[in-house]
T-cell receptor, first 118, second 114 residues
Framework: AQSVTQLGSHVSVSEGALVLLRCNYS??????LFWYVQYPNQGLQLLLK??????LVKGINGFEAEFKKSETSFHLTKPSAHMSDAAEYFC????????????????FGQGTILTVHP | KAGVTQTPRYLIKTRGQQVTLSCSPI?????VSWYQQTPGQGLQFLFE???????NKGNFPGRFSGRQFSNSRSEMNVSTLELGDSALYLC?????????????FGSGTQLSVL
């Protein structure tokens, strides 16, 4: 079974600093990986996805992530944090099997709360 | 276009009661998934429906059930509520003209069981 582990339940950065949120996955087959963001009192919004195409994936709001098979990682980065980036971020994996994947059935990490200080 | 709509937004029930939550997907989306979000367990998959058929099911007891109607709207039902069922229940839809891998989430229904 696939799983993801997010290192660090809380990350705090200054405005303008680099954002790095860590995610490691466990999968016996090439996974499909996602990063979602959740703002207070809202549902989740897709930031970016890796579906076996380019290993460096660019998403919305200036975020990007790099799929590294050798490290089983899919870390999320943003060069310069903005106050509006403060939210909870979730890494997720969708199960793959012979013949396809089940995009509706995601396994999420425990989430990382990002705080941005002025 | 209108997003995923979940009703009600907040719900308070007592132990032993049952509850029904509703989800209206984005127009054209035929797949609806449900997730439970709690501080302790995080986000957990409940089930997924496509064209009125349950496609996947998570590891939840039989008290949790769902269905999907011909217009793709979905409901989930929890019977004999327990205190541990208190959670944010999120619905997500996908499909139509949007990328099949992308889930669109509603704002959720916050259920409190007293």
């Amino acid at each position: 079974a696939q799983s993801v582990t997010q290192l660090g339940s809380h990350v705090s950065v200054s405005e303008g600093a680099l954002v790095l949120l860590r995610c490691n996955y466990s999968s016996s087959v090439p996974p499909y990986l996602f990063w979602y963001v959740q703002y207070p009192n809202q549902g989740l919004q897709l930031l970016l996805k890796y579906t076996s195409a380019a290993t460096l994936v660019k998403g919305i709001n200036g975020f990007e992530a790099e799929f590294k098979k050798s490290e089983t990682s899919f870390h999320l980065t943003k060069p310069s944090a903005h106050m509006s980036d403060a939210a909870e971020y979730f890494c997720a994996v969708s199960p793959t099997f012979a013949g396809g994947t089940s995009y509706g059935k995601l396994t999420f990490g425990q989430g990382t709360i990002l705080t941005v200080h002025p | 276009k209108a997003g995923v709509t979940q009703t009600p937004r907040y719900l308070i029930k007592t132990r032993g009661q049952q509850v029904t939550l509703s989800c209206s997907p984005i127009s054209g989306h035929r797949s609806v998934s449900w997730y439970q979000q709690t501080p302790g367990q995080g986000l957990q998959f409940l089930f997924e429906y496509f064209s009125e058929t349950q496609r996947n099911k998570g590891n939840f007891p039989g008290r949790f059930s769902g269905r999907q109607f011909s217009n793709s709207r979905s409901e989930m039902n929890v019977s004999t509520l327990e205190l541990g069922d208190s959670a944010l229940y999120l619905c997500a839809s996908r499909g139509g003209r949007d990328s099949n891998e992308k889930l669109f989430f509603g704002s959720g229904t916050q259920l409190s069981v007293l």
